[in-house]
């Protein structure tokens, strides 16, 4: 099982998860061209991918979707409050819903729903019957079904989304930052490394910081947050940036 990252922040994301000749593509926000572009960088043709997941419908992750769909027909899943919420209508494969568990080829995948604003936003762990890989994107708070969903993983993919300080002194309207900062926002430093904390992360193979703000964050921030909230070595933490995503690491 192993898994690679397109691009990850507020221009585009997508991530790729495979195990048994079954490749996943989580979101697709960038251009179809450029979409391509990146899946050759990974060594992966298009033709190569089983199916497209949308966790949701804000175009950093659904701007590409449809195209690289209808190109290479490609079978996609949604909440039905995603497709709801697409600003181009898009006639899924199947729905997922919270709790549920979707088997595509040799990874099953399992749907939790999260807190943030859009209409029916979820997040998927990965398993391929030995190795479970999480991904945690997207979201101002968790809960109890969060830390359910997310136990006993061998990887892990979660946003670090902003700084608190750089997003109270920055720039953006008093607006953005109630809804960058609020319970159906995104993850800050200290809630993602707290979220970490308490699920536990000696057991994790990788543990990968992403969806980074470029205006209310910086790498460095991220990291030392994790090391000074767990104890970790700052080597083995791993960030997916917006334009090199991350190369593929193996969960063995």
């Not at 979409?35 to 990974?42: G, Q």
């Amino acid at each position: 099982m192993r898994f690679a990252v397109l691009g990850s922040g507020s221009q585009g994301n997508g991530t790729l998860i495979a195990s048994n000749n079954t490749c996943i593509l989580v979101d697709c926000g960038f251009s179809l061209r450029e979409t391509e572009r990146r899946l050759v960088r990974l060594g992966v043709s298009p033709h190569q991918l089983s199916a497209i997941l949308v966790t949701h419908e804000h175009a950093d992750h659904v701007h590409g979707v449809g195209l690289l769909s209808r190109r290479y027909n490609l079978p996609v899943y949604m909440s039905r409050g995603t497709q709801r919420g697409m600003r181009k209508p898009l006639e899924p494969a199947g729905f997922v819903a919270d709790g549920e568990t979707l088997q595509i080829g040799a990874l099953s995948v399992h749907v939790t729903r999260v807190a943030h604003d859009a209409q029916e936003p979820t997040q998927y762990v990965f398993s391929d019957g030995q190795r479970r890989f999480g991904l945690l994107t997207d979201l101002g708070s968790y809960c109890a079904g969060i830390l359910d969903s997310y136990r006993d993983l061998d990887a892990l993919m979660i946003e670090a989304n902003h700084c608190r300080d750089l997003l109270a002194r920055g720039h953006y309207p008093a607006f953005l930052k109630r809804r960058v900062g609020g319970q159906e926002g995104h993850l800050n430093n200290h809630q993602a490394a707290s979220l970490v904390a308490e699920l536990g992360w000696q057991d994790l193979q990788h543990l990968v910081l992403a969806h980074l703000s470029s205006k209310n964050n910086l790498p460095q921030l991220a990291r030392q947050c994790f090391v000074d909230t767990l104890g970790c070595d700052p080597d083995w933490l791993q960030l997916a940036d917006q334009d090199s995503g991350l190369d593929w690491r193996t969960i063995a």
